[in-house]
């Protein structure tokens, strides 16, 4: 985890612990050199200093070793957002232009539809649209117990991510693979293997 904002120490000329260029995160940025010293040369491959926590390793695993930051809230990450195909528009089996206007904070999406008869899930409201709701749900004569819940911004795809239910939802799909062809059948392939993968790896 990236803890600090500092890049290079200005005296050592040496990446700062916990920054972003940790040499403890990211690996050396000398080959078989760790960030204090002790270990030098390629004999001590794979060891990992005890003073500085730095592994003994070639430099260039810099190029390919990532950390993280942790956030105050959920950010949409561009390469998933925007890559080519879009892997949270597949998983959401949503339009891209649709998830954009949710990430952008130009609509809110109804993650629970409540008792209200007019919304469905993932529907997508203007701000009007949904302040026009709020008044109908807490009009006198309202007759709605459950209210509907709305999200907006990457925190509302968050959720919707959450909800899928990957072993349910990947059964499903076999089942309308085997009825259907053509274009719907290579769009369900397509979501299907991307759901397989993030069941195989495990991931959130």
Known sequence: EVTKPETINYRTLKPEMDGLFCEKIFGPSKDWECHCGK?????????????????????????????????????????????????????????????????????????????????????????????????????????IENEPVVGIGAEALKQLLEDLQLNAVAEQLREEIAGSKGQKRAKLIKRLRVIDNFIATNAR
């Open 39 to 143: 270990y030098k040369r390629v004999r001590h491959r794979g060891i990992v200093c005890e003073r500085c926590g730095v592994e003994v390793t070639e430099s260039r695993v810099r190029r390919h070793r990532m950390g993280f930051i942790k956030l105050a809230a959920p950010v949409s990450h561009v390469w998933y957002l925007k890559g080519i195909p879009s892997y949270v528009a597949i998983l959401l089996d949503m339009p891209l232009r649709d998830v954009e206007q949710i990430v952008y904070f130009n609509c809110y999406v109804v993650l629970d539809a409540g008792d209200h008869k007019d919304l469905k899930y993932k529907q997508l409201l203007t701000e009007d649209e949904w302040l026009e709701i709020e008044d109908e749900i807490y009009a006198e004569d309202s007759e």
